[in-house]
């Protein structure tokens, strides 16, 4: 089943003011828990699946995010054949470590993106490259050396982004931080 609504919603719009992404953001989440609701087959939930737990986050809900990542993971022990399960794995650890970093829990959100960066690839991992919020926000943390060991972990699939987290490392080793662009957002 398609979530066209929730897809559409789930882009950013530099266009929208804050007020309004968090409207936007309920109405995202909404949808896919809709779609998920009617979702026929176990596969087809299990795609589902995959984009709850970041617009529950977007939403504000940590609660019901930890609880989607934390079913995605368990579900996606039955889909390791499936082209989506490193996506599973890549976005629900984000999630985690998000949540762990908001709650003040460094140590956890560290794993997090280290388990994160373990995953197989995928399809759109291998291609757009994997998500740097979670990295972001530990350098932001003063965190330099778990970020650099996922930009190692995610060498493994995006063999196609070695420049660019060549690039990021040696911004990091000089003290900044990267521009991480559009894999903010994916």
Same mark, same amino acid.
């Given at each position: ?19 309004? &992404? ?9 949808? !896919? @828990? %809709? ?7 176990? @596969?087809?939930? *299990?795609?589902?699946?995959? /984009?709850?737990?970041? /617009?529950? *986050? ?10 989607? /990542? %934390?079913?995605? =993971?368990?579900?996606?022990?039955? *889909? ?12 629900? $650890? =984000? ?9 003040? +829990?460094? +140590? ?15 399809? &759109? =991992? #291998?291609?757009?490259?994997? $998500? ?8 932001? %943390?003063?965190? %330099?050396?778990?970020?650099?060991? !996922? ?27 990267? #521009? *991480?662009?559009?894999? =903010? +957002?994916?």
């Amino acid at each position: 089943m398609k979530c066209d609504l929730a897809e559409l919603l789930s882009r950013p719009s530099p266009t929208i003011k804050p007020a309004e &992404q968090l409207n936007r953001a309920h109405l995202v989440l909404t949808e !896919y @828990e %809709k779609a998920l609701a009617l979702s026929k087959t176990p @596969e087809n939930r *299990f795609y589902i699946l995959t /984009a709850l737990p970041k /617009a529950a *986050f977007a939403d504000g809900n940590n609660a019901k995010a930890a609880d989607y /990542a %934390k079913q995605l =993971l368990a579900q996606a022990q039955n *889909f390791k054949r499936n082209w989506n399960y490193g996506n599973a794995i890549h976005s629900a $650890n =984000l999630i985690l470590g998000r949540i762990a970093l908001a709650s003040g +829990d460094v +140590d956890t959100a560290k794993a997090r993106l280290l388990d994160a960066g373990k995953t197989r690839g995928s399809p &759109q =991992l #291998d291609s757009f490259g994997p $998500n740097m919020e979670l990295a972001r926000e530990l350098l932001q %943390k003063g965190e %330099k050396d778990v970020v650099l060991q !996922y930009f190692d972990l995610c060498a493994r699939f995006w063999t196609m982004g070695g420049p660019t987290l060549d690039s990021w490392k040696q911004t990091i080793k000089a003290g900044g931080t990267p #521009d *991480f662009g559009a894999n =903010l +957002d994916y």
